[in-house]
């Protein structure tokens, strides 16, 4: 390890100058930080907190909401959906994991897409924690960091990051998702040419009146989502949203992404 530390040392610095170069308007401005000191909480007071209510109001907050809670054994684990590559998304979850953080003690995040030991905080022992905010706020900015990565730089939360995924059923996947990749193009195409000639089916076979309902559909559509739409339809129904919890998710979720 001392061997290649040198090395390493004059990449990561590198890197954080030719960031900071290019990019020096960019300023670290949500002020993620622990805001007080690490209580550590037993499993008996985080269940309270589920089961009573406290959780939502008080940690999540307008950052998540809780599906379910099921008590288990003698650990506990937060698991957490998230909208990839969505930078509102990617703040929310960075902002659930720094309460929980903070409020319970918890460090050990489990993350997608890696294995082994993850964590960038490393990173970190070059260049000050301003510099690190900036390089994470950039990068989240422009989708190739995560929430738990740009929290883990941009705080001094001691977070550590340990990929969940097989290592050789991972690979195995992306082998996978190059082959396909390889043919979207042509794939794309059949595609584009099935939808012609269904188009012109639908103008031999359709009558004028329900051509025209189609069209004014589809103008809706572009406008807004499918979601939305069926919010929309239930309302004016005079339907109970209750009755529809599926829905009443999806709906917080995209609030939550934006």
């Not at 050990?108 to 000050?128: C, Y």
């Not at 129904?237 to 829905?247: I, K």
């Amino acid at each position: 390890m001392a061997a290649n530390s040198k090395p390493i040392r004059f990449i990561a610095l590198l890197l954080a100058a030719l960031m900071l170069g290019e990019y020096p308007a960019y300023v670290f401005a949500d002020g993620i930080r622990p805001s007080g000191p690490n209580e550590t909480f037993s499993l008996s007071s985080i269940a309270d907190d589920l089961t009573q209510g406290r959780f939502q109001k008080s940690l999540l907050s307008g950052n998540g909401t809780v599906k379910r809670f099921v008590p288990a054994g003698p650990k506990f684990v937060f698991l957490i959906e998230d909208p990839h590559a969505n930078l509102g998304g990617q703040k929310n979850l960075a902002e659930l994991i720094r309460r929980i953080s903070t409020r319970y003690g918890i460090h050990e995040v489990f993350v997608e897409g890696g294995f082994g030991d993850v964590t960038p905080a490393p990173l970190k022992e070059i260049g000050s924690q301003e510099i690190w905010s900036q390089i994470a706020e950039h990068e989240l900015m422009r989708g190739n960091i995560s929430g738990e990565e740009y929290l883990s730089l941009a705080s001094s939360l001691p977070l550590r990051l340990t990929g969940a995924e097989d290592a050789d059923l991972y690979c195995r996947g992306v082998e996978l998702y190059r082959d396909v990749y390889r043919s979207r193009e042509n794939d794309l195409k059949r595609i584009h040419r099935m939808r012609q000639v269904v188009q012109r089916l639908k103008n031999v076979i359709y009558s004028k009146e329900l051509l025209e309902f189609e069209n004014s559909l589809d103008a809706v559509n572009a406008k807004s989502s499918p979601i939305q739409e069926a919010e929309i339809l239930i309302r004016m129904l005079q339907g109970d949203m209750t009755r529809y919890p599926a829905l009443s998710e999806m709906l917080q979720i995209q609030q939550f992404e934006s």
